[in-house]
């Protein structure tokens, strides 16, 4: 070594940590980006469940931000969690919280009248509701705002501030606002001030409550604002309002609704109510021919065996038929054949359902065929009608499933074994034994999985009811149900999802969907046991 090099004085030692070119590489920059995103978004949901007081969201959302951020921003052996954590949150978000809630609502009586979470809430909206202007009180100029689609009253009070407010928002001076001649209100900042004219009747009675003044609301009385009160005094210790123009009492329920001594609970006089735990009543009203679904109940549910039964069955026969006649090398231009009848199911079924809804109007092209009949097959309110209904829809059922039906079976066929075939014939069996005993049974084998999925999925099938005869013929006017209704689109009208119902009852829904998963389940079941045991005997 020589002496200049051991005389050359050393270089500056390496940082402990020294960055490189990759610790800002592009992937790291979306990642970070990506994860600012999630992170403001799950703070947002944080913030709006505590301003709520949904603690259970809140502890929830808390849990999934750490361990996204502990996921994807440590490397001790998080790998694979970095590709299983998004599937497992979109599972417990979208199933099991999902399931859990159905099954939490199913013993409630959530619902219309029943949205709210207590007894002081529903005391809250019906101290709001009940109000009225104040004899001598004071009146103000008024203008409706609008905000972010939402609808305000805003006022003027004689030192020119203005208020803003409306049923889920107190009134709140808003500075800045502009105040023409006679207290008309010309501008608002932050909100647009909208012709009356445009509003309507939904301004008549609009009220907003005032933060500092219990029972004191503000409220839309002709072109001017009214100081209002409410006639009502809530007791949260003895959970009683009072009326105190009348001295009627009127106390809190195990039902979740308030009654004065005396008055029936179908008749009482606040209609909005609260959640309360109701136990089995909503499985046991579903099977009671005295309550408004019950009746149905037992009707709906045959049709629904009935229904998934009949489509599995004709599908499936009308299917295996053509896939046998396709199947034999004599017939030519067979996959012509094949591609044709496969047309059917290459069309979305909801499209397939709306053509044939207007196919089978009175004025429809089925009828032009038949000579030019007037008869429409899927709402005739009479006792041959909902027959009628119910043969039109097996009917299109049956255009819309074959293909499928057609498809399995010829692949299940294609893939019998030939040695068996051959061996039945040198033994001398005829067509028809041929198809009893070696080629019925082995196809039945391979396609029993299928016709116990497709009995679940038409037990289900809602898409076809709704798209083709919305669960009609009625039954009568103001009925709930229908003729060619199942039992999932009767669960949609309780729901009053699609305004079919006078009162949506999700606590029954949520009870009846419960009741169809274990028919489902145990059919399932069942049919998949039959399905070993035919195994064993082949």
């Known amino acids: ?51 709520n007081e949904s603690w259970w969201i809140l502890a929830g959302m808390v849990v999934i931000l750490l361990a996204l951020n502990y996921t994807y921003f440590t490397n001790r052996h998080t790998l694979p ?29 959530y619902g219309d009248g029943h949205r709210l979470g207590s007894a002081q809430e529903a005391a809250s909206f019906a101290l709001l509701q009940d109000t009225k202007c104040v004899p001598g009180g004071a009146y103000y100029p008024m203008a409706a705002v609008r905000q972010d689609g939402e609808i305000f009253i805003a006022i003027a009070k004689p030192d020119a501030t203005v208020w803003v407010g409306n049923e889920t928002h107190a009134m709140t001076a808003v500075p800045g606002a502009q105040v023409a001649a006679g207290g008309r209100i010309a501008a608002v900042p932050g909100y647009e001030v909208v012709p009356t004219a445009e509003i309507g009747q939904k301004l008549q009675g609009l009220k907003a409550p005032i933060a500092d003044q219990p029972g004191r609301v503000i409220q839309a009385a002709g072109v001017m604002a009214c100081d209002a009160a409410s006639s009502l005094v809530w007791d949260p210790v003895a959970q009683t309002i009072t009326d105190s123009s009348t001295s009627a009492v009127y106390h809190a329920t195990d039902q979740g609704f308030f009654l004065a001594d005396g008055e029936s609970a179908g008749s009482h006089r606040f209609r909005t109510g609260w959640q309360v735990y109701v136990g089995l009543d909503n499985f046991t009203s579903a099977f009671f021919s005295d309550s408004e679904y019950g009746q149905y109940f037992l009707s709906v ?67 032009e065929v038949l000579g030019g009949l007037h008869i429409d097959w899927l709402q005739t309110q009479t006792e041959s009608g909902y027959w009628l209904a119910r043969g039109a829809l097996l009917l299109v059922q049956l255009w819309l499933g074959f293909p499928y039906m057609f498809l399995i079976s010829t692949g299940a066929l294609q893939s019998l074994p030939s040695d068996l075939k051959e061996a039945a014939r040198v033994d001398g069996a005829s067509p028809a034994k041929m198809w009893l005993h070696v080629t019925g049974p082995l196809l039945l084998i391979a396609t029993a999985p299928v016709l116990v999925a497709s009995f679940a999925f038409n037990f289900n099938n809602f898409t076809l009811i709704y798209m083709l005869t919305k669960g009609g013929p009625s039954f009568g006017a103001t009925e709930p149900v229908g003729a060619t209704d199942i039992l999932i689109s009767m669960v949609y009208r309780i729901s009053g999802v699609g305004g079919g119902a006078a009162r949506a009852d999700l606590g029954l829904a949520a009870a009846l969907s419960i009741i169809i998963f274990i028919i489902v389940a145990v059919i399932a079941i069942l049919g998949f046991r039959q399905t070993r045991k035919l195994e064993e005997m082949v």
């Open 81 to 109: 969690a970095k590709y299983m954590l998004p599937g497992v949150i979109f599972l417990l978000v979208f199933q099991v919280f999902a399931v859990f809630f159905n099954g939490y609502i199913a013993f409630t009586n």
């Open 1 to 51: 070594m020589a002496a200049s090099e051991l005389t050359q004085p050393p270089g500056p030692a390496p940082s402990a940590k020294a960055w490189n070119s990759k610790t800002f590489s592009v992937g790291f920059v979306v990642k970070l980006l990506l994860m600012c995103l999630v992170n403001a978004f799950g703070i947002y949901i944080v913030y709006a469940a505590f301003a």
């Open 301 to 367: 549910t045959v049709w629904t065996f009935a229904f998934a039964f009949l489509s599995v069955f004709l599908t499936f026969i009308f299917g295996t038929f053509l896939a046998i006649v396709l199947n034999d090398e004599r017939v030519k231009g067979r996959k012509l054949y094949r591609t044709l009848l496969l047309l059917p199911y290459a069309f979305p079924s909801f499209l397939g359902a709306l053509v044939w809804r207007n196919m089978l109007n009175v004025d429809g092209f089925v009828n």
